[in-house]
């Protein structure tokens, strides 16, 4: 940079008067152009992306053999398999993983990087946090698919619900994954730390997964897991999920939990713009 | 808006729950101005960069930018700033040309154009071969010249540069200034913060010195140098002369030095070079040669060691310091502007 460079100001720089001033961008298009950087940067190394899309069919390989050796076929419901009755649960619930990492990823962008460049631009700030979580969502997606294809290869799953089911329960957890990712994108928005997101991050991540109807039915917990797990709404997404996918009865657990998860995600998303919006305070 | 200055700050506070960064700020900044706000770590610099750059809102005061109020319309204002920081703001995993395309895409630039935009900016600070790689690959002086780019993206009216040239190495400082002083001369408005006084004294047109979140002076270079007296001269005596005779003399003539420093100066307080003719004469008639002897104006180091020195000492700023004490501080200056 202390080459021959010493005659007149090169083109571009501000020699050049200012011109008039330009419209910022629309907010669709600044919502298009944040979406593609972020997705960018979700899958900018492969090898995380390899391992957080391989992860959940390690978790139903797992669970399937550890629960599915202690689940007595009298516990769960008539003609299902526990692999049938575990892989909608596990749709949902590996949505919760991923929201946690969404949420992480956001504090990291935040602590300098470009979320600082963002806010000193004309920009609408809550496009940032969509971007990012339709980044995430899409990563949730693929391991939806990988979960469905390992689960066929594997075990050779097929929803008993048809094809069609088997889509309404990805559409459907897909949307509620989507409500939890907004959890962990309040969450970091609020803390903006690392540490502090991990460590609170457990507490909400075990109990939303394991109380719940994901890997037992309800009936066999203890009592007060029972309570509990009866109002978590991941048990009702799980339901539902489960409900579509086998096929059977799809009853009220589908408008529930699609009125659990749109509820949710606009309670998060009010909380995380609100969040978001505070100034850095050094 | 031209009246009151592009930038326009009128008794600003800012506190942090304890901490008062800012205690009554008042400061104006003209069209085409390059003002620089030099302070200690802790002076209150970069808060005022964050609040005018509508980063954070004033606990109490009011700042306008380009005629906008920076709290009530904050997007008015950020359309015209460009904000350069002590940390780099750009994505590490994207490549410089992929930061800058990003940037002018949100502020309106069709993909075309801000891929013409992108590749103008990287030939011109340099970076035309390190474009295509990602940030994360590029040294701390190639991350503050795109981190300036990235500032320049949307062709701002005032740009912020808090700190530009922290951490870097002095051949990269020195491109960075040049490219800074480019830019002045397209008749941007500048607001430079910096804790290096050869920076200020070299980039800025006017100096706004900040202490404790208040404005403890505020002047062009040569102003705030004559606040400090006529200068020094400076000298040291051949091997074998006698320094407590050279000092005896030299007080009698009225032009007693400082204490001798540890490189064997003598350092006398000087309205101007005329002193020089009389020091030399004095030595001379007392038989003390000397191999060595000049005339330094003041630094802004003289200033701001005074100016400092006083307001922390003492609420009224004393007149210009004819002390013995600046003498010491003139070796932590790393240019003194010579003449003999």
Sequence with gaps: MNGPRTTAPPAGLPAQPHGPRREPAGKAAQLWVLTVRQIRLVYADSRVVLFSVAQPVVML?????VFGSLADRSILPRGVSYIEFLLPALLVTTGIGTSQSAGVGLVRDMEGGMVR?????????????????????????????????????LFGYRAGGGVGGLVAALLLSTLVIWALIWIFIA???????????????????????????????VEVLPGWLAAVATVNPVSHAVEASRDLALGGQAGSEVPAALCAGLGLMLVMMLLAFRAFRRPPEE | MAADGVIHVVGLHK?????????GVDLTVAQGEVMGLL???GAGKTTLVNILSTLMPPTAGTASVAGFDVAGRPEEVRRRIGVTGQFASLDEQL????????????????????????DELLEAFGLGDAGRRKAVTYSGGMRRRLDLALGLVGRPEILFLDEPTVGLDPPSRIGLWEMVEELTRGGTTVLLTTQYLEEADRLADRITVLEAGRVLVSGTAAELKSRAGGGFISFRLEPHGDPAVAAE????????????????????????????ATVIRVLDTVGQNVTEIRHSE???DDVYLALTGAWSRDPVPAGPPRRAGVAKARRHTADPRETV
């Design chain 1, 61 to 65: 390989l797992l669970i399937s053999q």
């Design chain 1, 117 to 153: 460049r963002f806010r000193v631009l004309p920009l609408s700030l809550p496009l940032v946090l969509v971007a990012r979580s339709v980044a995430d969502l899409t990563r949730s997606g693929m391991q939806l698919l990988v979960l469905v294809v390992g689960g066929h290869l």
């Design chain 1, 187 to 217: 969450l970091a928005a609020w803390l903006r730390k690392v540490e502090v997101l991990s460590s609170i991050g457990f507490f909400v991540n075990f109990p939303l997964m394991f109380a719940s109807s994901a890997f037992v039915p």
């Design chain 2, 15 to 23: 506190r942090f729950g304890a901490v008062q960064a800012l205690r």
């Design chain 2, 39 to 41: 302070g200690h770590n």
């Design chain 2, 95 to 118: 490549s410089g040309h992929d930061n800058l395309v990003l940037v002018a895409r949100l502020c309106g630039a069709s993909r075309a154009r801000a891929g013409r935009r992108a």
């Design chain 2, 249 to 276: 003399a030299l007080r009698l003539a009225g032009l007693p030095p400082g204490a001798e420093t540890a490189r064997g100066e003598l350092t006398v307080p000087a309205e101007g070079s005329a002193d020089l």
């Design chain 2, 298 to 300: 003041p630094s802004l």
